[in-house]
Nanobody, 124 residues
């Protein structure tokens, strides 16, 4: 069993930055790829970024060059650094833990556990 807790969301002006954190409890953190998804009102949850257990990173085209995902295995924590934020980045951001030993986790169905989400609002 794993528990995930996101933090770091808030209100920011367009062009600003935020850093999201996801603290994870559970013994299999190092064996799982981790990811960030987001969900805007009336839309489906969409992939943002993922980092594999060995540090490979994959991004959605919409955030490539602006967002950076990282992980600290000693702290069981995943981060999402978001720069050059746009109003269209406004959403609830969710952290997820991928299936055990699955490398690429790009779909919601690839995940075993989710956090409760943190709101990010970007004003124009």
């Amino acid at each position: 069993q794993m528990q995930l807790a996101e933090s770091g969301g808030g209100l920011v002006q367009a062009g600003g930055s935020l850093r999201l954190s996801c603290a994870v409890s559970g013994s299999t953190f190092r064996s799982r790829s981790m990811g960030w998804f987001r969900q805007a009102p009336g839309k489906e949850r969409e992939f943002v970024a993922t980092i594999t257990w060995n540090g490979e990173m994959f991004y959605a085209d919409s955030v490539k060059g602006r967002f950076t995902i990282s992980r600290d295995n000693a702290k069981n924590t995943v981060y999402l650094q978001m720069n050059s934020l746009k109003p269209e980045d406004t959403a609830v951001y969710y952290c997820g833990a991928g299936r055990l030993w699955q490398r690429k986790v790009l779909k919601v169905s690839d995940y075993d556990y989710w956090g409760q989400g943190t709101q990010v609002t970007v004003s124009s």
